[in-house]
């Protein structure tokens, strides 16, 4: 009929359809919710602590007297710890006064380790540690650079040994021959390092001819192709070598030499078997027979190691 409404199927007219409904309807399920553990106040005999719900609710099923030993428990606790602390507060106190404003940490002792050249006192003073330092307060990196700022002095440590005590451990650079500067001879090492000036030449130490004059000082470093160059022989001489040479220098035509304290020179050529070359020269200067037959000699030339070539000083 024209003036009728549809309804649904179980809806009254003009009713809205209720959520969920239609298709699915009624398949829903509630979903799990999270279980939360609330905090509750305690009684008032247990001093306002918050504990659990689920552990409120079982304190508060217990008797009166089990109820007030459990919150009595609880509050000794909370006690204990606030006592702990307090001590363990004290303890750090106590501790901080003893290391930092008693001289039980104060440096009563400086011992030095490694030194051969340098004086005991004189590494003590260049490290600038004294009775007022605190061992535990002691600037290790700073004690270090002051002492490796002494040219002869090529690694530092410092060891601390508590409660009063400090170690320098030192490596001195070893000098191997001197250059002259002027009038003066500065003492070298195998890096190039300069270490020590004296106003008269070094005994026991080469004297290096550089190609060309140059300024040095002490704490400075040579430079250069023909440092390089008898840094590589002095590196290849033993001890007693070293003792014997007197002078390192470099010939036009034959290469570089040797000049020793007996007055014969020894070429050397180029630097390759460069050991080879130095240990042939001092044989032959030191074998008897060549000494028998040529009393004096001039010159030995072992830039072929396999041929050397010697020859004798004229009278």
Same mark, same amino acid.
């Given at each position: 009929m024209s003036g009728m409404q549809e309804t649904g199927s179980s809806g009254k007219v003009g009713e809205k359809p209720r959520r969920g409904a239609g298709k699915g309807a009624g398949r829903r399920t509630a979903l799990p919710r999270k279980r939360r553990v609330r905090?509750?106040?305690?009684?008032?005999?247990?001093?306002? /602590?918050?504990?659990?719900?689920? /552990?409120?609710?079982?304190?508060?099923?217990?008797?009166?007297?089990?109820?007030?030993?459990?919150? !009595?428990a609880r509050v000794k606790v909370r006690w204990d710890r606030i006592a702990l602390l307090s001590a363990l507060t004290a303890s750090l106190a106590l501790l901080f006064f003893t290391y930092f404003r008693t001289g039980v940490f104060r440096v009563s002792e400086v011992r030095v380790i490694g030194n051969r050249r340098l004086d005991a006192a004189y590494v003590i003073s260049r490290s600038g540690i004294d009775h007022r330092d605190n061992v535990l307060m002691l600037d290790a990196g700073e004690v270090v650079g002051r002492l490796e700022g002494e040219p002869w002095i090529k690694k530092a440590r410092v060891m601390r040994r508590f409660p009063d005590a400090v170690e320098l451990?030192?490596? /001195? !650079? #070893?000098?191997?021959?001197?250059?002259?500067? $002027?009038?003066? +001879?500065?003492?070298?090492? &195998?890096? $190039?390092? *300069?270490?020590? &000036?004296?106003?008269?030449?070094?005994? $026991?130490?080469?004297?290096?001819?550089l190609h060309e004059e140059r300024e040095m000082e002490v704490g400075g470093k040579l430079v250069g192709d023909d440092f390089l160059e008898y840094a590589e022989v002095l590196g290849a001489m033993s001890?007693?070598?070293?003792?014997?040479? #007197?002078? *390192? $220098?470099?010939?036009?035509?034959?290469?570089?030499? *040797? &000049?020793?304290? #007996?007055?014969?020179?020894? +070429? &050397?050529?180029?630097?390759?078997? *460069?050991?080879?070359?130095? #240990?042939?020269? +001092?044989?032959?200067?030191?074998?008897?027979?060549? !000494?028998?037959?040529y009393p004096r000699l001039d010159y030995v030339d072992v830039s072929c190691p396999d041929e050397p070539v010697i020859s004798p000083r004229s009278s």
């Open positions: 905090a509750v106040v305690a009684p008032r005999e247990g001093g306002g /602590e918050r504990i659990p719900r689920a /552990e409120a609710r079982a304190v508060a099923a217990m008797g009166p007297r089990a109820r007030d030993d459990v919150l !009595r451990i030192v490596e /001195e !650079r #070893e000098a191997v021959a001197q250059v002259a500067s $002027g009038r003066c +001879f500065l003492l070298t090492d &195998l890096e $190039g390092f *300069l270490l020590e &000036l004296s106003d008269s030449p070094w005994v $026991g130490y080469p004297r290096l001819e001890p007693d070598m070293l003792l014997r040479a #007197e002078t *390192l $220098g470099c010939d036009a035509r034959r290469g570089i030499y *040797l &000049l020793t304290g #007996e007055g014969v020179r020894i +070429f &050397l050529g180029g630097s390759d078997d *460069l050991q080879l070359k130095l #240990e042939n020269a +001092f044989a032959i200067m030191d074998d008897c027979e060549v !000494r028998k037959k």
